[in-house]
């Protein structure tokens, strides 16, 4: 996965750059705790894929590692020390990169951080890219976490997908993985793949269920404007599965991955106990994160800001020390807050409003009267002071942000 969705219901007031000066205040009053890097590289294009990403060339990766240290520096000149607790390098595709640039790309981040305070350091990688190499370029870095993109777990589905790789690389780079000593797996898999029976699903869960790997990514999928399959389904040549088909192959999913021991701690994430991916849990506990490299995103108070999502424009911008920020928005401060709030209804923990003790009295009031509206209609629950979703509430995510967000006041 890439940077979060950022929640667009709000009235923002967008800035075109943003000021170093801007940047300094803001930063020095919120420090940062989470960092996300994307590596914008792919050795081709999956079908149902939008996210910012070109063809790997070596030369341009190896030129964009330098202009994203060159990124991070620009940081470190004016900003307070970057001293996270968690880092996800994420893409694109990390270990596409070759051994000498992964390894160089590691060492860059290492060397421009205080890792006193880090606990997780996560890279996701493709399933047949891994290399004992890589690997050990990893643990000299410090990263203890691998997420791998395998998204399904037959041959025929990966090629219809256009993955480019296969069930025995998967078996392989786990293997890779394990021993070089990185034992904190994930993978993903997706749901409602074009020609993936009911039977192929659960079979797949159950197989995936089985491998050495300590979380696991369920997503349904999802049909993006601009995607290879987007065009499949506008020829005619594949149908989506409908809605109450999705929810039922995620049933499946949680049925047969708690049997095997994996807890669901977020709308499509299962772990087991104690392996939760701690970066994406800040996340959705509304803390904030900093992003570098062409289309990172970035939370820090009220201020969200997007890096330029053209690798070529942000290696010409690093390189001559410009700013790499191509959009701002700033929220005001009851957005702001009712943002982090609606994040955290992804979480099987809910959100305990106690947390939010920022939040004007007036806005804490309207939450509460927006929540006991929600739990007679049975979407929310509560237990003390913590509210979460119902099934039927996850199924209705829309609705509740409607009814949490507060009429915006010019
Ligand atoms: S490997 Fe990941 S980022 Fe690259 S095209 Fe496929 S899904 Fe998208």
Request: glycine share 8%.
């Amino acid at each position: 996965m890439t940077s979060p969705p950022v929640f667009t219901l709000y009235t923002r007031r967008r800035h075109e750059g943003m000021l170093q000066s801007d940047m300094d205040v803001v930063l020095n009053q919120h420090p940062i705790r989470h960092l996300y890097v994307h590596i914008p590289f792919c050795s081709g294009k999956c079908s149902y894929c939008v996210l910012y990403s070109v063809m790997y060339d070596e030369q341009r990766a190896s030129r964009y590692v330098e202009a994203l240290s060159g990124e991070m520096d620009q940081w470190r000149r004016t900003g307070p020390p970057l001293k996270p607790e968690t880092i996800f390098i994420g893409g694109g595709t990390p270990s596409s990169l070759a051994e000498d640039s992964f390894a160089r790309l590691l060492q860059h981040v290492r060397s421009r951080i205080d890792p006193s305070a880090l606990v997780e350091w996560t890279i996701e990688a493709q399933p047949g890219t891994l290399t004992p190499r890589k690997v050990a370029a990893m643990l000299a870095a410090g990263v203890n976490r691998i997420s791998f993109g395998v998204q399904a777990l037959t041959d025929a589905t990966l090629q219809r997908i256009f993955r480019r790789h296969s069930v025995a690389d998967v078996e392989t780079s786990l293997a890779c993985a394990r021993e070089g000593g990185i034992d904190n797996v994930g993978i993903d898999l997706i749901a409602c793949l074009p020609g993936v029976t009911s039977d192929e699903w659960r079979a797949s869960v159950a197989q995936a269920a089985r491998l050495p790997v300590q979380h696991l990514s369920v997503y349904a999928l999802t049909i993006e404007d601009g995607s290879l399959l987007a065009d499949q389904v506008e020829r005619g040549e594949f149908t989506p599965a409908d809605d109450d088909t999705q929810v039922a192959e995620l049933d499946v999913a949680e049925s047969i991955l708690g049997e095997a021991g994996f807890h669901r701690y977020e709308f499509s994430n299962y772990a087991r106990p104690g392996r939760e991916c701690l970066h994406n849990l800040a996340y959705w506990r509304g803390n904030d994160y900093l992003g570098f490299g062409p289309a990172a995103s970035s939370r820090v108070g009220t201020e969200r800001w997007t890096n330029v999502a053209d690798v070529n424009a942000y290696v010409a911008a690093a390189e001559a020390g410009n700013p790499v920020r191509r959009e701002r928005d700033t929220l005001d401060a009851r957005a702001d807050l009712t943002e982090r709030l609606m994040f955290g209804f992804r979480l099987a923990e809910g959100v305990n409003l106690d947390r939010f003790a920022d939040a004007d009295a007036d806005l804490i009031t309207h939450w509460k009267s927006a929540l006991a509206r929600l739990s007679d209609q049975g979407v929310v629950t509560q237990q003390g002071a913590r509210w979460t979703l119902t099934p039927t509430g996850r199924l209705l995510a829309d609705h509740v942000a409607e009814e949490l967000i507060p009429a915006h006041r010019d």
